[in-house]
């Protein structure tokens, strides 16, 4: 047995040699990269290599706003426990998710909504650089092009990897027809845990830069 691995660093440190192994000779933009691998990593989904799209200097704004100490909105509670906080402390960040703020939840149903949809306009209250990573809910995407287009909201970067069938594939076509800088993972699969392993991505090409 003295073969298994158990110690936490080394069991991330050979999956991500297994991944890279894995993946081959594939040519991936090195900023993009470390995104790619922990979703992967994440996911044990290697389809994400190929699904996963990058707009409009995503990466690149990301980490900008990280490093200006943004904050992250996430359409869910689950890929809000998942994002690092003590990555988002030595940065000066923040996170929060609306869905269960009384006020959204009132929005939602005064205007016959979902409270993803209120959420995002919730979150146009927010001052700074702004972070929106949508894993669970296409109404959330669908809303923060509305407001994108108002003018309402102008986020540095925006993460939309919903999963399902309704709606989803619709909406990542809809985010990434604008320009805002976007990481989209196309087609039908996503989730909440793929959004937390996208901003951890960030935040640790940032935090862990020293330690690799």
Known sequence: MDHLYTAPHEIERRSFEIITRELGERALDPLEEPVIKRVIHTTADFSFADTLTFAH?????????????ATIVTDTNMALSGISKPALAKLGCTA???????????????AGT?????????ACAIDGPLIIAVGNAPTALLRLCELMDAGRIDP?????????????????EEL??????????????????????????????ITRAGHR
């Open 57 to 69: 200097d995503a990466v690149a704004r990301g980490l900008e706003a990280l490093r200006a100490g």
């Open 96 to 110: 929060t998710c609306f869905m269960a703020d009384p006020e959204v939840a009132e929005a939602a149903r005064a």
């Open 114 to 122: 979902t409270r993803a949809h209120a959420s995002m306009d919730r």
């Open 156 to 172: 540095a970067l925006v993460i939309g990897v919903p999963v399902g069938f309704v709606n989803v594939v619709e909406a990542k």
């Open 176 to 205: 990434l027809a604008r320009t805002v800088p976007a990481i989209v993972a196309r087609g039908r699969k996503g989730g909440s845990t793929v959004a937390t392993a996208i901003v951890n991505a960030l935040l640790y090409e």
